[in-house]
């Protein structure tokens, strides 16, 4: 099957590296016009450039997701070049580890800023312009499996992932009540390979002076026993922005190889 998106208009924040990465290009390659953003300019690019190499139709905006008139501005740019949105995919996060007694309120307050603030900022402008259009649209959140339970020196992250969650739930139960054919929904990944865990203390040897060992946590804590990958979050995302997806709403899509029920 192609075309799944054909003709529509995606925004993916986040979109430079990663899961954004992989969700844009999969969105692509699917038929969607896709606006990339990131604070990562010389990454973003080279995804558009990747983008529109393989045939698809992308550009870039620098944005900061936690600056309010830097939404009004790419949602105007939005709008004046593509004259709808369709399909908002809230990926932009960060993960700032460590214990809850040593994390200073300057990081706390900067990961709830990024992980779900961005994510109210990207709703509150993104649905009066999806609603313009009259066609509905899909709004896809990035949660995380620390957004269902919780995980030792992940503290402030959960707590993010957690308010991502039950925001999303709440919106889509605002947009079902108005009738507009919005449909909201978020995504849970598990251990994924991404550079978000650069920044992140190994939960399972907290002490080591090093990122996890993805492989080693999968083995350890994942029943399928392997560690997932961008793509695989990326077709979930497809599937949820496409029509496929039209009864579906204030829905959990969890991706984690089965990590989150063990």
């Given at each position: 099957?192609?075309?799944?998106?054909?003709?529509?208009?995606?925004?993916?924040?986040?979109?430079?590296?990663?899961?954004?990465?992989?969700?844009?290009?999969?969105?692509?390659?699917?038929?969607?016009?896709?606006?990339?953003?990131?604070?990562?300019?010389?990454?973003?690019?080279?995804?558009?450039?990747?983008?529109?190499?393989?045939?698809?139709?992308?550009?870039?905006?620098?944005?900061?997701?936690?600056?309010?008139?830097?939404w009004e501005n790419v949602l105007g740019a939005v709008r004046r070049a593509h004259g709808r949105l369709d399909i908002l995919v809230n990926n932009a996060g960060i993960g700032i580890g460590g214990s809850v007694l040593e994390?200073?309120?300057t990081d706390w307050r900067r990961q709830t800023a990024v992980n779900l603030d961005g994510v109210f900022l990207g709703v509150k402008h993104g649905v009066p312009l999806m609603r313009a259009s009259g066609d509905g649209g899909s709004i896809i959140n990035m949660s995380s499996v620390a957004g269902l339970k919780g995980a030792p020196t992940l503290a402030g992250y959960c707590a993010?992932?957690?308010?991502?969650?039950?925001f999303t739930k709440a919106v889509a139960m605002?947009?079902?009540?108005?009738?507009?054919?919005?449909?909201?929904?978020?995504?849970?990944?598990?251990?994924?390979e991404?550079?978000?865990?650069?920044?992140?203390?190994?939960?399972?040897?907290?002490?080591a002076n090093a990122p996890p060992d993805l492989d080693a946590m999968a083995a350890l804590g994942v029943p399928m026993g392997v560690k997932g990958y961008p793509a695989d979050i990326a077709n979930g995302v497809l599937w949820l922005a496409s029509d496929?997806?039209?009864?579906?709403?204030?829905?959990?899509?969890?991706?984690?190889?089965g990590l989150s029920v063990r």
């Open positions: 099957m192609t075309g799944r998106v054909e003709g529509k208009v995606a925004l993916v924040t986040g979109g430079a590296s990663g899961i954004g990465r992989s969700c844009a290009e999969r969105l692509a390659a699917e038929g969607a016009t896709v606006v990339v953003t990131d604070v990562q300019d010389d990454k973003g690019a080279d995804t558009v450039g990747q983008i529109t190499q393989a045939g698809g139709r992308a550009d870039y905006h620098r944005h900061d997701v936690t600056d309010e008139a830097a994390m200073s309120l993010t992932k957690g308010g991502v969650r039950l605002e947009c079902a009540n108005a009738r507009d054919g919005i449909r909201v929904n978020s995504v849970h990944p598990g251990i994924i991404t550079p978000i865990w650069l920044s992140i203390v190994d939960p399972v040897n907290p002490g496929e997806s039209l009864y579906v709403t204030g829905a959990e899509l969890v991706i984690d190889g």
